[in-house]
């Protein structure tokens, strides 16, 4: 009996033993997942959405532009050469990419050469010269991301010119530009500067440079081209070869004496630019025309916040019910600049022109976001009333602006 009972014991034991070995699992392994939980996720939606209050439709008063017999495409213009129309992202720098796309032709026209150069070398140096001011001046000089056309060939003049493979003011994969933080810091800097009194120009320019560096990264000493190696100024003087002393910024107000030269009083114009070419109203227009009619580009800044502009309809126009086109003159013109109605909004590029039905269209390159909505994306077509009245100003090569280059003193 004895014997008996050990041999069930021992088949008991083989048998527990051999049940463990078998249920011995690998080793797990942890991986890297990004959390979820569906259910909760859209609980919170529907908690939010009962706690929201009930959103009114935003309403804007605009033109019926479907009522307006314009051109249906681009192809409809008699069209200057120009680079295809890019985007300025998140930030203000459409008097840049407006004037770097006027050069750019200027350079076609001239030379027949397709060059596309960098709006972001521009950018970086007038920023550094706002602060430059801001500093001098104490900080009564405006420190904004806008700027006048003439702000370019200044800075130009100074810094040089890249091509825009050569700096993007882009990081890697970065597809927009957005200065939104960027801008932030360096205003909030320049106001620590003014409130503590710390006038340092050295010190102040360097940190700019450092904020500037950090978002957009340090602009190009040497380039290459054609295997060859040159500055900024190098590139603009003997591959560029553009004479700069060419163009002129005309502007038409009754507040300053015609035929003289003026200040272009918007805070844009923040180092205070008096040699703008005040002329009457249809020279003014005269140039544009004639401009156009001989294969030259022009810039405009003026005014895009109105009724009769709207981006998905990708058009200008001076509604009759603001004020009817045989009205629209000088003093239409100058009361609205005087009251604030008219401002130095945005700067575009009017790179053709066409007649439709006996009414002037002008085709306008845009960078502005708003102009990627419609079917002709990057365009505007502006009616003729509207760059009589709402455009404040203008760069153009002084071939076609003879007769103010001979007036104007």
């Known amino acids: 009996m ?17 049940v463990t070995l078998a249920q011995e699992r690998p080793r797990d392994r942890g991986v890297f997942v990004e959390p979820r939980s569906e259910f909760a996720d859209s609980m919170r939606k529907e908690i939010d959405a ?14 019926d532009f479907s009522r307006i017999n314009a051109p249906a495409s681009p192809d409809e213009f008699v069209r200057i050469w120009h680079s ?25 026209r001239l030379t027949r050469r397709e060059i596309k150069l960098s709006e972001l070398h521009t950018v970086y140096w007038e920023y550094v010269e706002k602060a430059r001011r801001f500093v001098r001046e104490r900080g009564e000089s405006e420190f904004g991301e806008g700027s006048e056309a003439n702000a370019v060939p200044r800075i130009w003049r100074r810094y040089g010119v890249v091509p825009a493979a050569a700096y993007t003011g882009l990081k890697p994969g970065q597809k927009f530009h957005d200065h939104r933080q960027m801008f932030r810091e360096m205003s909030a800097y320049l106001v620590s500067v003014k409130e ?3 006038w340092n120009e050295e010190q102040v320019l360097s940190t700019v440079k ?20 040159m500055s900024p100024v190098e590139y603009l ?25 003026a200040e272009f009083t918007v805070p844009d114009n923040w180092w205070r630019d008096s040699s703008y070419a005040n002329v009457p109203l249809d020279l003014y227009l005269n140039v544009v025309n004639g401009a156009l009619a001989k294969g030259y580009s022009v810039v405009f800044g003026g005014d895009v916040s109105e009724p009769g502009y709207e981006g998905h309809a990708g058009m200008g126009v001076i509604p009759t ?7 629209i003159d000088e003093n239409a013109r100058q009361f609205r600049f005087s009251n604030r109605t008219t401002t130095d909004d945005h700067f575009i590029h009017c790179v053709g022109n066409t007649v439709k039905e006996g009414q002037t269209w002008l085709l306008i390159k845009d960078s502005a976001g708003g102009s990627r909505n419609s079917s002709h994306s990057g365009y505007f077509f502006y009616m003729g009333d509207y760059v ?5 100003c203008l760069m153009v090569h002084k071939d076609v602006a003879q007769e103010i280059v001979r007036q104007v003193r």
Request: contains cysteine; charged residues 20%; glycine residues 6%.
């Open 84 to 108: 295809p129309p890019v985007s300025q992202g998140q930030s203000g720098m459409c008097w840049c990419f407006a004037t770097t796309s006027f050069f750019e032709s200027e350079i076609y």
């Open 388 to 392: 009589k009245l709402k455009i404040l």
């Open 237 to 261: 003087n003997s591959v560029l070869r553009l004479n700069l002393d060419d163009y002129i910024s005309i502007m038409s107000l009754m507040q300053s004496p015609y035929f003289t030269r």
């Open 210 to 229: 450092a904020i500037l560096n950090t978002y957009i990264g340090e602009p190009p000493t040497r380039i290459t081209v054609e295997g060859k190696s």
């Open 196 to 198: 503590s009194n710390a």
């Open 321 to 327: 019910f603001d004020i009817p086109s045989g009205y």
């Open 50 to 63: 009962f706690k929201a209050e009930p959103k009114k439709p935003r309403r804007e008063f605009r033109v």
């Open 2 to 18: 004895k014997h008996s009972l050990v041999i069930p014991v021992l088949l008991l034991a083989a048998c527990t033993g051999a």
